[in-house]
């Protein structure tokens, strides 16, 4: 791993964040639905003819030796359910740093690492159709059952969704344990600093 450099993942930071997000997200809803298995098509992330596709991840320090393991990323999201093993990453660095401060709830954290990895395009794969209330809030039960199904089905390593924060950007679905689990590699976790005008009140 590279030596903690604490300006990285500063660039470009200004112009990528949002004008508004929220703090924290309220619990999912709890409403029954039936989850059809995902359309998907096999494909790397932002073209055909890449090879390699770059993720990236904010997480603690105490996460940075293993960003990706299935025991540390259990808690669920708006794709997948509490228990199931399953990461959430960016294609982007600012990606990365918006996701983690929409789920911020209190004091300004410390002590952050932002993680590079990579993995080769074929482990990717592109959803082609969505739920329709995928981006609601709270988290909806049919939406998390669309990435559960992904989950338990195994195709792929990781699964290529639009960030609500911003449609345009990309994050990805990461199952931890996929049989390719292996080809994700961590290329560096450097330590990171949020902007103190990030937290102005």
């Known amino acids: ?20 997000f929220p703090a924290s997200d ?7 639905a039936i989850a059809t298995a995902p359309d998907l098509q096999s494909g790397p992330v932002q073209a055909q003819e890449t090879e390699v596709v770059e993720v990236f991840r904010v997480v603690h320090r105490d996460q940075a030796e293993q960003p990706f393991s299935s025991s540390a990323n259990r ?3 708006r794709w997948t359910s509490p228990g199931i093993p399953a990461a ?4 982007t660095p600012a990606g990365a740093v918006l996701e983690f401060l929409a789920h911020l709830d209190g004091e300004k954290p410390v002590d952050l690492v932002l993680v590079k990895a ?9 959803a082609t159709s ?9 988290y909806r039960e ?16 990781a699964l290529d969704l639009p960030s609500v924060l911003c449609e345009q950007s990309r994050n990805l679905l990461i199952n931890p344990e996929h049989d390719n689990i292996s080809q994700l590699l961590v290329d560096s976790a450097e330590s990171f600093t949020l902007d103190p005008r990030l937290f102005r009140k």
């Open 1 to 20: 791993m590279n030596t903690p450099d604490p300006s990285a993942g500063q660039q470009d930071l200004d112009e990528a964040l949002a004008a508004t």
């Open 26 to 32: 309220p619990p999912a809803v709890t409403s029954k």
């Open 75 to 77: 808690s669920g999201g």
């Open 88 to 91: 959430y990453a960016s294609t």
């Open 118 to 126: 990579r993995m080769p395009g074929r482990n990717v794969a592109t």
């Open 130 to 138: 969505l739920p329709e209330n995928w981006r609601a809030t709270p």
């Open 142 to 157: 049919d939406v998390r059952e669309y990435g559960n199904t992904w989950i338990s089905a195994g195709d792929s390593l």
